[in-house]
T-cell receptor
């Protein structure tokens, strides 16, 4: 089983749609969680951290369920510029390593 | 601009050769981690260096090795190159380590092709 698993994608949605990405992690001792965004042929960049209480940044909402070892990212009112790969990232858990999921590709179409 | 620079940006090697990739971390960052990203995959953790010591390693063979220097810059060395080593190699710098690792700032990567 992979340490971090994401929806395989790709997701193809029209502008204005709401899209949700799901992620699960296997190490219950993991301690910090993030979503990164990677544009085509570019390096990953932090989109937002994820907290148990849930957090929102504009059109983006992230949730963490530690009991289910599940992380989500919700994008509302999708824009063309949201087209990218979204990477679920998990840190800690007894080792000094940051683990990335395989990523979910999002295509937002006009 | 993340302030993390990697060199070279592109290189081509043949099987069995050795390669050294370099990374300059963002000013003030004491942790550097290296990732291998194959086409269509997420970055795979290779190892992490904190204050010149390797303190975390992913599932990569010993022919993948590294160094971190007193100025926190880093090198990734790969010996006995194999065709499957063809990938984008990403360096990321950050403050702290382990669960206290903050945001990762990535360089643009070094794209290695092994023929």
């Amino acid at each position: 089983r992979k340490e971090v698993e994401q929806d395989p994608g790709p997701f193809n949605v029209p502008e204005g749609a709401t899209v949700a990405f799901n992620c699960t992690y296997s190490n219950s001792a993991s301690q910090s969680f993030f979503w990164y965004r990677q544009d085509c042929r570019k390096e990953p960049k932090l989109l937002m951290s994820v907290y148990s209480s849930g957090n929102e940044d504009g059109r983006f909402t992230a949730q963490l369920n530690r009991a289910s070892q599940y992380i989500s990212l919700l994008i509302r009112d999708s824009k063309l510029s949201d087209s990218a790969t979204y990477l679920c990232v998990v840190n800690g858990g007894g080792g000094f390593k940051t683990i990335f999921g395989a990523g979910t590709r999002l295509f937002v179409k006009a | 601009e993340t302030g993390v620079t990697q060199s070279p940006t592109h290189l081509i090697k043949t099987r069995g050769q050795q390669v050294t990739l370099r990374c300059s971390s963002q000013s003030g960052h004491n942790t550097v981690s290296w990732y291998q990203q194959a086409l269509g995959q997420g970055p795979q953790f290779i190892f992490q260096y904190y204050r010149e010591e390797e303190n975390g390693r992913g599932n990569f063979p010993p022919r993948f090795s590294g160094l971190q220097f007193p100025n926190y810059s880093s090198e990734l060395n790969v010996n006995a190159l194999e065709l499957d080593d063809s990938a984008l190699y990403l360096c990321a710098s950050s403050l702290g380590q382990g669960a206290n690792t903050g945001e990762l700032f990535f360089g643009e990567g070094s794209r290695l092709t092994v023929l």
